[in-house]
């Protein structure tokens, strides 16, 4: 057992989180891309090779708690019509595509189970199981990227609409910022919040499918 976990777990959860990571960073890419900025698609970040946008500490917090963060794409603000506009599409698209990867999860899952094709078959419980795995790792991805402290996506999208003294402050103590957030990370002390985040859009998503399902089959 590793951190109260056993190895075939892992064997799980790391492809889960190289998929929820890969999926938020090149969805920021792309967003950035159709603003007008072609920086990350220059620098080759608009590929599915997860290795390409692991950050080894947030990938390391992401298969030990759940919640961390990928190594941000390249985005050039002066290359967008609409900065503003820019900056919030961009920020968004990471946690949004989330939400969507564990929407599909879901889907796949409960359509498996209400049409009954699939029923006791070990690979589909198999595949099932990973299902969930990987909607769960998405979701935390996209709830920590929320939070409004730099460099997570919460502040971009937060950032242009704050007042100039605020702004500055972002400027001049981001470093710090980070370092805190890290430090209440690492000592547990973001936990309660964070699952409760996560639980929340958890039950919306999951909720959301089943209205789905229940409306077509």
């Known amino acids: 057992m590793l951190f109260g976990r056993s190895l075939s777990e892992y064997l799980i959860i790391i492809p889960a989180v190289l998929i929820a990571i890969m999926v938020h960073e090149v969805s920021h890419g792309f967003a950035a891309y159709?603003?007008?900025?072609?920086?990350a698609k220059e620098q080759g970040r608009l590929n599915f090779n997860p290795i390409n946008h692991i950050d080894p500490v947030g990938f390391l917090c992401m298969i030990i708690a759940g919640f961390g963060w990928a190594k941000p794409v390249p985005v050039n603000l002066a290359n967008m019509k609409n900065r503003k506009a820019g900056m919030v599409v961009t920020a968004v698209a990471g946690p949004l595509s989330n939400f969507i990867l564990a929407f599909l999860c879901f889907l796949i899952v409960i359509v498996g189970n209400t049409v009954g094709i699939l029923a006791n078959n070990t690979i589909f419980e198999s595949f099932s199981e990973f299902?969930?795995?990987?909607?769960?790792?998405s979701i935390g991805l996209g709830v920590f990227n929320l939070i409004p402290i730099p460099p997570l996506d919460g502040s971009n999208i937060i950032f242009p609409f704050l007042p100039n003294k605020a702004k500055k402050f972002v400027y001049e103590y981001g470093q710090y910022i980070q370092f805190a957030l890290l430090a209440l990370l690492m000592f547990d002390m973001l936990d309660g919040v964070l699952m409760a985040m996560r639980g929340f859009v958890f039950d919306i998503i999951l909720n959301a499918v089943v209205f789905v399902v229940e409306l077509f089959i």
């Open 34 to 39: 159709l603003m007008g900025d072609d920086t």
């Open 131 to 137: 299902m969930i795995i990987l909607a769960n790792m």
